[in-house]
């Protein structure tokens, strides 16, 4: 795989779990980050790990939700890391619930964090993504986009599922851009998880038996890395397509 030294990546939702994996990973490679989220404090925190590991980190505040606000902050990114090579769409504020129980906020805010905050970093990061002919776009969806009983996760799976249309759209539209646009569906021990697990373990433990692994994924080792073969060179030829990081348990067909 060639080199990913020197490039930058735009993550979301990096001050904690799958986005800090995720640039956890891409550090390791020599990728600079640009840790974008709501909280400065997790930010700054994840940027010291980052420096931890050799690279040049800079925090930028962005609640997603806020649409209108992300081509702004993306100048901002481009002009204080100089470049935008990589960009990934994690940071996300969901809906959860029965249809009936969720509030029409509720589900706004879910399609603003995902499809709509998503499109709007995509396209204000589309020249910087094209500028060198190899640019590269990661989102996360959602394995419950394909269960078999969505009951609770509907607006979710809804939101994610127009995040994998968005992908695949623009990896067809923007192949002869030089970029490309792949989804991933992960499971990840993030804090949420972990929280969960802690509150209720007899449903956690029912939840990781039905993965053939047995394990829930580590964000940074299964996820992170698995990014950085995304965005590698050795699988240059793959746009367009989800990968389920979840050890087996998800079936997309």
């Not at 800079?58 to 204080?80: G, L």
């Not at 394990?215 to 746009?239: F, M, P």
């Amino acid at each position: 795989m060639a080199s990913l030294t020197g490039q930058v990546a735009l993550v979301t939702g990096a001050g904690q779990g799958v986005g800090q994996g995720i640039a956890l990973a891409l550090a390791a490679e020599g990728v600079e980050i640009a840790v974008v989220g709501r909280t400065a404090a997790t930010l700054e925190t994840t940027c010291e790990l980052l420096r931890a590991r050799g690279v040049r980190a800079e925090p930028f505040v962005c609640d997603i939700v806020q649409v209108d606000t992300i081509a702004a902050v993306v100048d901002q990114v481009a002009e204080t890391m100089g470049r935008i090579d990589i960009l990934v769409n994690n940071a996300y504020t969901g809906a959860y619930g029965p249809l009936l129980s969720l509030t029409d906020e509720a589900v706004q805010r879910s399609f603003s964090s995902g499809p709509l905050a998503t499109l709007a970093f995509m396209r204000a990061c589309h020249p910087h993504l094209s500028a060198r002919g190899d640019g590269h776009i990661v989102n996360l969806v959602t394995s419950a986009m394909v269960r078999w009983d969505p009951t609770t996760y509907g607006a979710y799976a809804a939101a994610k599922q127009a995040v994998r249309s968005l992908t695949r759209t623009a990896a067809v539209e923007w192949a002869r851009d030089g970029i490309r646009a792949n989804n991933i569906a992960p499971h990840a021990l993030s804090p949420g998880l972990k929280g969960w697990t802690e509150r209720f373990p007899e449903e956690a433990a029912e939840f990781v038996a039905t993965i053939p692994q047995g394990r829930i994924g580590d964000c940074e080792d299964d996820i992170g890395r698995a990014v950085v073969a995304l965005v590698g060179s050795d699988l240059r030829y793959l746009t367009g397509a989800t990968l389920p990081l979840d050890g087996g348990q998800a079936f997309f067909g």
